[in-house]
């Protein structure tokens, strides 16, 4: 299945995994949990991120560009029918359109009560 797995502070990669709960499991470092993007693709990330201090790694956003939650530690996308129980492979247009959307690695900081979030310039 390609998939385009997104690292904390590095640029998101495509690859092929094993259709497999394993597989993804050790991808996520854990177990995982599923977040819609889109009618067609999902993000999975680990279920207990958050509790388990895995690095910050990107910023989810609305339609307006708002900021509502982060994702921690590393997870991937993956195509997600609505008429199936399993995960496929993204289109190209998919993981072109990803590609762009989490190209860039960001920082976060608490700063007055609020969260900052930072573009990373990586190579």
Known sequence: MRVLVVEP?????????????RTMQNIVGGYIQTVHLDDSVVLVCNEEGKFMNLPPNRGLRDKNGQMYDIVF??????????????????????TERYQERFHTPEMFWGMDGRIVCLPLEVD
């Open 9 to 21: 502070e590095h640029r998101p990669e495509v690859k092929e995994i094993e259709d497999s709960l």
């Open 73 to 94: 530690g590393t997870f991937f996308l993956c195509g997600a029918p609505a008429d199936s129980e399993h995960f496929i492979s993204l289109t190209p247009e998919q």
